[in-house]
Structure formats: C-alpha cells, structure tokens
C-alpha cells in the first residue's frame, strides 16, 4: 500500500497507528453511492425510538456548546490519518438535551441516502465523540459528510457516520448496513476488528 498516496508510519508513531495501517498523506474520500448536496440551513437531526420525536435543526445544534478537537482517523480499509482538526458539538452534549430511559442500550446512526450503522450507546456516548460541522478551519465539505457527520475516533471510520440524518435508539442490537454486509458489529481498531463478528454479545 505504500507509494504515492500512503507511507508507513514511523516508528515513534507505533503508539497512534493501530496494526495493518498505513498513513494517508492527503484525506481520501471513500462513500458508499451518491454523494448528497445539503444546505446547512436544512439539516435536520431527527431523534427517533422515544416516546415523543424530537428533531434537532442547525440552529439548535449551533446553539449547543462549541468546541475544537482534534482526533486520529482510522478506515479499516487500512489507512489512517492522524491529528485531523475538527469543529462540532460533543455527543454527550446533544444527549444530555434528551430524557433517554435507562433500558435505552444501543443506537442505530442514519444517513442521507440510507446509509445505516450501529453502536452500543456506551460506545456513542463518549465525550471525544462529536457531531461535526467544521474540518481544518472550513465548513465540512460534501465528501466528507457536510453539513454534519458523526465524529467516533476509538472506532472505525464506518461508525463516523456521513450526512447524519437520525439516530434511533434501541432497547436491542441491530446491525447497520456495512455490518450486515459482514463488517464487525464493533470495529475497534486495535483490536483489527475489520470483519466478521457481527454476531450479538452472549
């Protein structure tokens, strides 16, 4: 994989660069279909599986507290990116706007076009996890999930979802779109959980 595009990580970088890895030396762009055209002014974030719907616009999430952060991209098809510079609003603090009932154990993440994937609500609600608008200094573009993705640095790229549209929160474990096409149910890098493993927890 190393050439024009990739170089191996040094050896000082063993420690931020998870096995099977290669650096990626611009930010490649990897989607699945149709990349979609939003208006920041029109995303909606639709909160689902509570009692009483409740939707997010762009004013609300800019109304939230904004922070910058700055976090290492993992893609399991073995690239990454390190110290990649983002502007949004933390998960937990779009959470803490909900009344979510305690038997709440996982959330499914939906996208524009119908993209889909899973995680367990301990995995989402991370404070390094974050609801992102901004990439290095600039509105986040299209390709890379503009106006709004999802942000999950301890997994793999897959579970940062683009063009987040939804999340539905589930009392059980259901699998997303990569993960029925059989991806791992969790994606931890570390652990190259790439594919495989989709099964529920025992």
Known sequence: MPGKFFQKP???????VPPGQYLAKGFPVLTYGDTP??????????ILGLE???RFTWSDLMALPQQDFTADFHC??????????WRG????????????????????????GGYTTNLTLEDFARPENF????????????????????VVPHLYA???AKWICALEFLTQEELGFWEKNGYHRRGEPWAE?????????S
């Open 131 to 150: 609801f992102a608008h901004t990439l290095a200094g600039e509105p986040l573009p299209a390709e890379h999930g503009g106006p709004v993705r999802t």
């Open 158 to 160: 897959w579970k940062s």
């Open 37 to 46: 055209q939003l208006n920041a002014e029109d995303w909606r974030l639709e």
């Open 76 to 85: 399991v098809t073995r690239w990454s990116k390190l110290d990649v510079q």
């Open 193 to 201: 959980e790439r594919y495989g493993g989709w099964c529920h927890r």
């Open 52 to 54: 009483t719907p409740t």
């Open 10 to 16: 040094e050896p000082a970088q063993g420690d931020r």
């Open 89 to 112: 609003v933390r998960v937990t603090d779009v959470l803490a706007q909900l009344s979510l009932p305690s038997h709440f154990g996982y959330v499914m993440q939906h996208c524009t």
